[in-house]
């Protein structure tokens, strides 16, 4: 069980209010991604729940009941930090069986927990090794195995991936979707890094100076971003944002068209342009595009073997039915 | 190879300084505890200039083992480091983590921690004997006395009179005695080296990592548990940093010694050797080379006992 809701919650750090009144629910068995830029109050937010920070006001609520005075130990939730806090004295048999060591459990019953959570992490011979000794992904594994453990009502990760280098952040990504997927335990991720986000969740939460821009499934932030920050955030490479004529033309103040919605020709289209750089990764070429009015550079993803140089011209057509339009305010218009 | 030359040439000035810093001392040490060399001998004058026909092997060593002060010395010597170590370690501790919480007046409250250490040894063991420890005009006599007093005139009164008749009168502690001695070099020593202590613990309690201690939170630790298996832990170094440092600094300890009892009854191996030195040189430089061979036995001593607890 592990249904989190969030009722008016609010956090001031003296007279700055880093999260205006926010309601959210968790639902059981979710894997729920925060993402939002440094600074968007994601990582506040994680605490708040994790109960390391106080409510200014409002309350939280874990499985019906109100937690928000509940001291951090007792609201059944496991956390890996990012720099997965390992204790540093302690072996990682140690480690892991830390918090049932707490719990006060029978020293048998122990070794029992932290071998099953040591086999399924894959960590059984690195049992008598110290932090130190261990490599990044392995200590990573050791936070988690140390919040498996504890079998808790959800699961706390405060951006447990960006320690790690970009080969080994794929894998973790799929270690964690993999445990998810077994445990069916309720997951909640804070990230900067939309591709986790995306990869991940069942359901994002996207956020911008503590307010909450769109709550939904990957694909529907994909394809409805509800306003121009959503939109700008969710998907890699950005979303390229049209204003001007070309945006009136629609009736909106600002288009926004995904590189990947649009086509590349060097003969005709509807936009004329000069290749800034070509970014060539195989399997894609994405190319920066100069003087389509409006929009400088635009980024367009094209094929892979398209070969185009430094001051080609180019023309670039929309793909119409993926154009998203948005008014002054930013909000979507459908 | 001939490209390490310039930095071995180079670093052979300082090399040699300390060599000759050193080795001279210790070789001259070792030198003199081998022949008979007093300053003031009337019958054998001799003997009152350093030679190698003066040789007397190891009977200086057995001169010392045999004096009657020797065992006493180790002893002592022993005594009031341990005792040293264990009280600064402690209240290092416990005083580091007090001050580490952010509270008004910090900043005061921290200077005010570590001025015992810039106190001169020679004038904090006056301060001590003659202001605080003296059974008479010092705090210790005055707390002392108007207890008493308090308490004499409450047997005066009613009712209550009865029960406090009953109490003893209370006895100041003369620290100058020959086996309190020690406790006030121990008192002394402690005020002036805890805030050493305490300096070192609290620059290695600011590097603590809180996510850990959030970690700690989390799975159930209590404030003792985090002591226990987070901050303890993670002090370890630095305990071992101050005892050793300690430890060298305090088996020389001399001024508080002299100035408390000029060591009646309350010699350390220094004071010894101070002793020997007044006219028996060859003695003093035995006893010199026994400290030495103490100090790296204590020091070994120390740091296994310590890195055995510690570090798990």
Request: glycine letters at 8%.
């Amino acid at each position: 069980m592990g249904r989190i809701v969030l009722k008016n919650v609010t956090k001031s750090f003296g007279n700055t209010q880093v999260i205006p009144p926010l309601d959210l629910t968790i639902e059981d068995g979710e894997f729920t991604v925060f993402v939002g830029p440094s600074g968007c109050g994601k990582s506040t937010l994680l605490r708040m729940i994790a109960g390391l920070e106080d409510l200014t006001s409002g309350y939280i609520e874990i499985d019906g009941d109100d937690a928000t005075q509940v001291p951090p130990s007792e609201r059944g939730l496991a956390m890996v930090f990012q720099s997965y806090a390992l204790y540093p004295h302690m072996t990682v048999r140690k480690n892991i069986g830390f918090p049932l060591r707490m719990a006060k459990m029978d020293q048998s019953e122990i070794d029992k927990k932290v071998e099953t959570a040591a086999k399924s992490l894959n960590l059984m011979d690195y049992l008598d090794r110290k932090p130190a000794d261990l490599s990044g992904g392995q200590r990573q594994r050791v936070a988690i195995g140390r919040a498996i453990v504890r079998e808790p009502a959800a699961f706390l990760f405060d951006e447990p991936l960006s320690n790690l280098d970009a080969a080994l952040r794929v894998g973790m990504r799929l270690e964690i979707g993999e445990l998810h997927e077994r445990l069916q335990t309720t997951m909640i991720y804070v990230t900067h890094d939309q591709v986790e986000a995306m990869t991940m969740a069942n359901k994002i939460v996207v956020l911008q100076a503590g307010v909450i821009e769109q709550v939904g499934s990957p694909l529907e932030l994909y394809h409805k971003p509800r306003n121009k920050f959503v939109a700008g955030f969710i998907g890699s490479p950005k979303m390229n944002l049209i204003e001007g004529s070309e945006a009136a033309k629609h009736g909106a103040q600002t288009i926004g068209i995904r590189p990947e919605h649009i086509d590349v020709s060097t003969t005709d289209g509807m936009w004329e342009g000069k290749v800034g750089v070509a970014e060539h990764l195989g399997s894609d070429t994405f190319i920066h595009v100069h003087g389509v009015e409006g929009c400088d550079p635009m980024t367009v993803r094209a094929a892979g073997d398209m070969s185009v140089k430094n001051g080609e011209t180019v023309f670039l057509t929309p793909q119409s039915q993926n154009i998203h339009k948005f008014d002054a305010e930013g909000l979507r218009i459908e | 190879m001939s490209d390490r030359k310039l930095p071995r040439l180079l670093q052979t000035p300082a090399v040699l300084l300390l060599l000759v810093w050193m080795l001279i001392p210790l070789g001259l040490t070792l030198y003199f505890s081998f022949i008979r060399y007093v300053l003031n001998n009337l019958r054998r004058p001799e003997w009152t200039t350093p030679s190698i026909s003066n040789w007397r092997g190891f009977g200086n060593y057995e001169f010392v083992l045999n004096n009657k002060d020797f065992v006493l010395a180790i002893q002592n010597s022993l005594l009031i480091v341990c005792s040293i170590l264990f009280l600064t370690v402690i209240l290092g501790v416990v005083i580091a983590i007090l001050i580490n919480k952010t509270f008004p007046g910090q900043g005061i409250v921290r200077v005010l921690l570590i001025s015992p250490f810039f106190v001169m040894p020679a004038v904090n063991a006056v301060l001590w004997i003659n202001m605080i420890l003296d059974p008479v005009l010092g705090l210790q006599g005055i707390a002392v006395g108007s207890i008493n007093d308090l308490i004499g005139s409450l047997r005066e009164a009613p009712v209550i009179g009865a029960f406090f008749s009953l109490w003893p009168e209370l006895e100041p502690i003369s620290f100058r005695a020959t086996q309190t001695s020690a406790y006030a070099v121990i008192i002394m020593v402690t005020w002036q080296w805890t805030p050493f202590a305490v300096l070192i613990f609290m620059t290695s309690l600011q590097s603590e990592d809180q996510q850990q201690k959030e970690a700690a939170v989390l799975d159930g630790a209590g404030a003792w548990s985090q002591f226990r298996f987070l901050t303890l832990p993670h002090l370890g170094r630095p305990i071992a940093i101050v005892v050793m440092i300690q430890a060298i600094f305090h088996l020389s300890l001399y001024a508080e010694i002299e100035i408390v009892s000029r060591g009646n009854g309350n010699k350390n191996l220094p004071y010894l050797i101070g002793e020997f030195a007044n006219n028996n040189i060859g003695a003093a430089s035995a006893t010199g080379i026994f400290a030495v061979i103490l100090a790296n036995i204590v020091a070994i001593f120390l740091l296994r006992m310590i890195g055995k607890t510690l570090m798990e």
